[in-house]
């Protein structure tokens, strides 16, 4: 199985190519314009929110089978189709324009794998199996997000970690007052002072207390 290079990816003002206009191609072209990509769709049909994006001038639609040389210039490129001739046709377009390629569902067609993702404000958490089993890897996110556990889990038993996105902006505000004083704290510090009293401040709306008390422990817990 091949060992991926975790990375996440500024798409912003890049051309990307979205080939497929059902469901999937859907969802991903929302993902993309949402990440800032210029985004063309390569489909002879498409979803009535497909539709909607491009007569509202969010996406630019070919309306027409893929063909040899629409990923001239791209810089990422999704493959929403189930046909393997073209995925192939694809596959090898991508491999000589050096474009980034996910082709759904095909990780050995693949330059790279979306994985599953749990976002909350500035926070994003992303998992992924290497491509071995996308069930497990939304089993795991529906774990973090806690939103979707079944009735019978005791979510305080599982990960809590995404409720820490309350926490950036107090933790960003703060780290910024320290760089401009010329201060910085030890990571040791940082992790010391990020308690669970910290959290319960900040999401019980109790901001400024939050960072009186994310301060005062950075400051007497050692700096670089």
């Not at 639609?61 to 192939?88: F, K, N, S």
């Not at 474009?99 to 993702?117: K, Y």
């Not at 910024?176 to 990020?194: F, H, I, S, Y």
Request: aromatic share 4%.
């Amino acid at each position: 199985m091949t060992d991926y290079y975790p990375a996440y990816l500024n798409i912003t003002g890049r051309r990307v190519v979205v080939i497929g206009g059902g469901e999937v191609a859907d969802r991903k072209t929302a993902q993309l314009l949402a990440s800032g990509a210029d985004v063309t769709l390569v489909s002879p049909n498409a979803t009535p929110e497909l539709e909607r994006l491009a007569s509202e001038g969010r996406v630019r639609w070919i309306r027409r089978a893929y063909a040899t040389g629409d990923l001239a210039g791209a810089w990422l490129a999704v493959a929403a189709t189930d046909d393997p001739a073209v995925q192939r046709s694809i596959h090898a377009e991508a491999e000589r324009e050096k474009t980034l390629l996910n082709v759904v569902d095909v990780v050995e067609l693949c330059g790279f794998i979306a994985p599953s993702i749990v976002q909350r404000g500035p926070v994003t958490i992303a998992v992924s199996t290497g491509g071995a089993s996308p069930a497990l890897a939304r089993k795991v996110r529906e774990l973090i997000d806690g939103t979707q556990n079944p009735p019978h889990y005791d979510h305080d038993t599982f990960c809590r970690c995404i409720e820490w996105a309350d926490a950036a902006d107090t933790l960003a505000d703060v780290r910024a007052e320290l760089k401009a004083a010329g201060r910085v704290a030890t990571p040791d510090a940082w992790q010391d002072a990020m308690d669970e009293q910290l959290l319960g401040l900040v999401r019980a709306g109790k901001r400024g207390e939050a960072k009186q008390r994310l301060r005062a422990a950075l400051l007497t817990g050692g700096e670089t």
